[in-house]
Nanobody, 126 residues
């Protein structure tokens, strides 16, 4: 059974940091781009960050650029999202995802990701 499992969410004060992890099981996704998305209450799920299948390229939403960093480990089974200088507007459920195909061009489009984790809550207090 293929699974993506997020961890590392929690409650933090504005200006603080959190590091999210997304571990894959049942499949390594070593040749798939990986992404992070988030969904705040009453809003649609939105793109946050993505890393290419080989780790050579990353892309970020404008709202998190310069504050968040996405990375993947050498074995390419785990993806991380380092979140610094957190703001109350970053509060959301954060989801990790894997691209539907191998060696594909990096994409920010939600529909291009077929594999999803269950989400982890991030709450930033003011």
């Amino acid at each position: 059974q293929v699974q993506l499992v997020e961890s590392g969410g929690g409650l933090v004060q504005a200006g603080g940091s959190l590091r999210l992890s997304c571990a894959a099981s049942g499949r390594t996704f070593s040749n798939n781009a990986r992404g992070w998305f988030r969904q705040a209450p009453g809003k649609e799920r939105e793109f946050v960050a993505a890393v290419s299948w080989n780790g050579g390229r990353t892309t970020y939403a404008d709202s998190v650029k310069g504050r968040f960093t996405i990375s993947r480990d050498n074995a390419k089974t785990t993806v991380y999202l380092q979140m610094n200088s957190l703001k109350p507007e970053d509060t959301a459920v954060y989801y990790c995802a894997a691209d539907r195909g191998r060696w594909r061009t990096l994409t920010t489009t939600l529909d291009e990701y077929d594999y999803w984790g269950q989400g982890t809550q991030v709450t930033v207090s003011s």
